[in-house]
């Protein structure tokens, strides 16, 4: 990975640049960085610069042996420590070998990878990973060995808010004072889950999420012969997480603003017969579909928010959905607009945890209708 190929972050690229060129490299930093962000991108990028033998003023060369070594993330001075099942499972790889390839070639894939992407592949439920205290033994182990190539060891942990408490104590002396030429790189997305002991060690970078207009440009660059009006509509659904975006790419998203202005007219005009029958489309869509959903209406009553506060935000380059809003805006109040995006909230986080849709969807279009006929 070089830092060319992720997009923005320019400020950022270059203060760890500098730090390179100064010989001010901390030995523990921490990206953090929101869900499909460029956290992980980034500390990958570093350390390929660390280790690059002919790096330039603004990159990694991308050509010598410790390049191509860290583009395939088999570099042997890098390690990297990711939360794995913690129990057996009937599809678990059988050894750690497995577990390293398939990280490798998913992270090489999309260096945007999220945690649920990552427990998808692996069949396993999130809320089962762990960094276990067998892992960082692996990690102390190693960095016991002098260098292979150099002049850098680098151990990425990803996710550090996943480490077990007995592994981060067994990691906090080495972790404080690691042996020379060693940088740990802690990429998280929550710092306030990281355990304060391993928190406070560490160098803290936080990485915002991309631009909606970087993610217009990537895909517009990805894509070239993509409808302008889809990129404009993935940048804007996706909400600063690239990987969504890409998931966005493969959905059929041409439904959605038909979709919400129908809804949005029927809870105005308190038409229950059909929210019933809506509910019943909406139960058959697919989870992923019913959050892309409360996403697309979110955005757009937030939209209609910034319109009524004239906020220039506002303005997203979609023409329909801009009229809309416009319209919208003017038959709404910004007191029932709150409402009605802590509604969707909640229903967002019914259908997440696996309420069912159908009612969620009702009652969520019945208080909307009960919001608007409260004027
Ligand atoms: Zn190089």
Redesign the pocket.
Known sequence: MQFAKIPDHYAFKNALIRMVATDKVAHAQLFIGPTGSANLALALAFATYLN????KETD?????F??ASMGKLTHPDLQLVFPKKTSSAILEPKSDGNYLEIFRNLVKKNPFLTLEEWATAMHFDRKQCQISKKEVGKIIQQLSLKPFMGPYKVVCIWLPEYLHHTAANALLKTLEEPPPYTVFLLIGCNSEKILPTIRSRAQHHVIPPFSEEAIEQIFRNIYSDLDGHRCKEIAFLAQGNLSKAFQLFEQNLEENFDYFSQWIRCCYSGNLIKLVAQSEIFYKLSIEAQKNFFTYALQMSRATLLGKFNDPLFQMGLPAETTFIKKFGLNVTINQLKEIITQLMQAYYYVERNGNAKMVYLHMSIQITNVFASV
Do not use: A, Q
């Not at 690059?52 to 790096?55: G, I, V």
């Open positions: 690059c033998s002919s790096s990694s060369c991308g050509n010598c410790s390049c």
